[in-house]
């Protein structure tokens, strides 16, 4: 038990942990990585290894694949690198609290001259001047320079020993206590939280989000701008956000402006083609009423069109809606046009025809006709970590500026006097940060008016 | 477009000139002979430091002609970026030589802008319309901003530990002293750490706000999160472990290959900052 503790404690263990970490990270740059939409599945996650990754990395792959190396960031290397990590600070840090706790009380007031001798920074001095005059002027200058400062006396000699910004002492274990903080919103975020990525509502619809959160959104409308040189410039949805079929939000949805009901968030993703496809019989009834987005993608003698695909369950029909092809003209389906395939329930081929934008068809004793619409893709999402990982990035960064910009800072000053008009004065000051340590000392020695001394001999290095 | 390239050409000379001034204030101060007094030595370093601020200068007015005729920041696209990180090294080198007295550090600094100045030339400056998820000027401002003086921290370090590298036992003269370097490598990590903390927790603000989440493992946002992990190890090994010198300035020179890792990043990997 000892032995685990302490490999846990040790600093080899938490160089090799990050260096783990920067490893797999730079795997996970290197090698593909396996897309959300595909290891949703098993199916998605076997057709990408032997299809995508396969093409990129050879044979190799299953190896890979094995190691778990295509999800990295999921891998159980990665998690019990972390959790190592979240132990390996945890086993360091907490024994230090008390060390810090009693950090300025280990050394006393009155110390003898060895004790000055022992730091990094020390100056001693042999001066012209009454003690009690320069204790006067050394009880100021600590005052000057904000350390709180206690005086005491012995036979022959007046000690003083200060301290400033005690609460930077506890800086390091801040810095440390939030990055768990971080890994604890980010291990909350991913139990209780979730995320869509693609939720497509089509205009005019409304579409429930699931989840537990008893919302749904309706989308109004959206539109799609365009700078002069056809890169985009605005995507905008129009949205209602219900709960329990009572609006509690409307208004805009753009990129960098979502919308947050309850902690849900809605973000503009994607956009794209829509169809509303309408049947009707032979009385003029409404026999099937539907609008269609067109999210995905086929391809077919060099085209990549647009696509989308429903069934009818009533004719246990299957139909795919092809929009124009988006990387040429399409010499078949007009940008205003539509094609529509039909497939059994076998998912046989029997038939397709071209539709004209709002432009009714017979069909046996149906009528059909579409009309365009567009759709938007949000991407939804719950994260419950979110205020915890905000709260620990605020305070590691609080943490970082105390360590190095204002960092903890001790004193201590002893002066003996030698005779009436001369006394020894000695100055040790120590930081947890050396940088601008040497400065500081500087500044006190000069407002205790030392540093001109032409005598001084510099004890420290 | 006039006044921008006017401005770019001049910072391009002034940039020389400096380079060219350092180097004779370097030479005659260093020199074996030492008959030159030491006025003349103080006016070659001043004239060498008066260049270097008219080459910021003109550096900072050629940032400033080119937002006020994109309307945005200049932070991005390749070229604007690149622009901005060698305003960042100008200012260190400068910050850095002038802290430390030393004219070395800024003479390399200077270089190493110059190489950067050059690549940008053969970059295209036109100004592409920002795409929807870049029009956040004040998030995008500021997490370019600090990374700018984050890598412009990180050259300094890279350049004080690559002189480490070659000082060994201070065999030359017209070098910095190796603790002079361990001190201004250990200070340059001191700026850089925080700035690239805050780079991240900015990306990540933005990220949440474009896309709904904080993280999504894009190669460039990996990159910088490896190149901050290094620059922990380097704080941590020297804390903990004592590391100085030359282990130390090692794992610096990674650190800075990853930093340039991570700034060509998307150009390597693509990924969601394909656009940058
Ligand atoms: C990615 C993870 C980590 C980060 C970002 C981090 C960050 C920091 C920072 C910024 C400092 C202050 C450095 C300085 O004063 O120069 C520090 C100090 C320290 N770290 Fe870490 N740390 C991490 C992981 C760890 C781990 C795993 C351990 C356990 C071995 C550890 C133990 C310490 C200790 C003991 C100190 C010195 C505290 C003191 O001076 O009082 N850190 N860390």
Redesign the pocket.
Known sequence: MKSIFRML???R??VS??LILAVLCLIGILLPQIPAEFSATPDGYAWWVENIAYRQVGDSCYTLEALGLFEVFRSGWFICATVL?IL??LA??IP?IRS?QRESKKTGVKSDEDFYRQGKYVFAFDISSAQKRLCETAERALDDRHYSAIREEAPGAVYFAGEKRGLSKWA?LF??LS?ILLLTGVLIGSLSGFRNSSFVVVEGETKAVGNGTGLSVYLDSFSDEYWEDGTPKDYRSDVAIYQNNEEVKSGIVRVNHPLTVHGVSFHQGSFGEAVMLRMLDADGNVAFQQSIPLTEYQTNDDFIRPKGAVSLPQNDYNIVLLGSAVNGTDPYIGTDQIGVEFYDENLNFIGWLVLDHDTPQQLGDLQIQYSRLQYSGFLVSKDPGGPFIWTAAGLFLLG?GM?FYFPYRRIWIRTSAISEHETRVMLRIDG??SLGLENEARILLKELGLLEEPEESNVGH | MGIEADLFLASECALLLSAVALIAAIFISKSKRRTDSPKAIRTAEQAARMLSLLCIALMTAFLIARTIRTGHGPFTSMYEFSAAFVWGILLMSIVFSWRYKNLVIHLSGFILSGCLLIYIGTLSPDAAPLVPALQNSLLLSAHVFAAVIAYGAFTIGFIASILYVIQKNDRFHALPTLSKLEDISYHSVVIG?PFMTLVIVLGAIWADIAWGTFWSWDPKETASLVTW?LY?GY??T???KNWRGRKSAILLIVGFIAVIFTFFGNYLFGGLHSYA
């Open positions: 404690k040790s600093t263990l938490a942990l990050i990590l390996n600070i360091c840090i230090r810090i390091t810095v440390h990055l970082l360590i947890q940060k | 750490f992990l922990a704080l941590h020297r804390l903990l």
